[in-house]
């Protein structure tokens, strides 16, 4: 097995639709100038509240990162 060495970077992502959704478009734009994202995990999640019903969905990611070598 080989050794790796991991970075950690903290995302927010938002979304209308749902908190997957959130997920994906944070996961999806770290990817643009991210190389070699292998995983994340779920922080918080929290939402925003509009005549009685959720306007937004917003998750906080902590995305980890092999560095080159």
């Known amino acids: 097995m080989s050794e790796h ?28 100038s991210v190389r070699n994202m292998r995983w994340f995990e779920v922080i918080e999640t929290r939402g925003d509240i509009r005549d009685g019903a959720v306007a937004h969905y917003q998750v906080t990611l902590k995305v980890g990162f092999t560095l080159d070598p």
């Open 5 to 32: 060495v991991y970075k950690k970077i903290e995302l927010v992502g938002s979304s209308t639709k749902s908190i997957e959704d959130a997920i994906q478009g944070a996961i999806t734009k770290a990817g643009q």
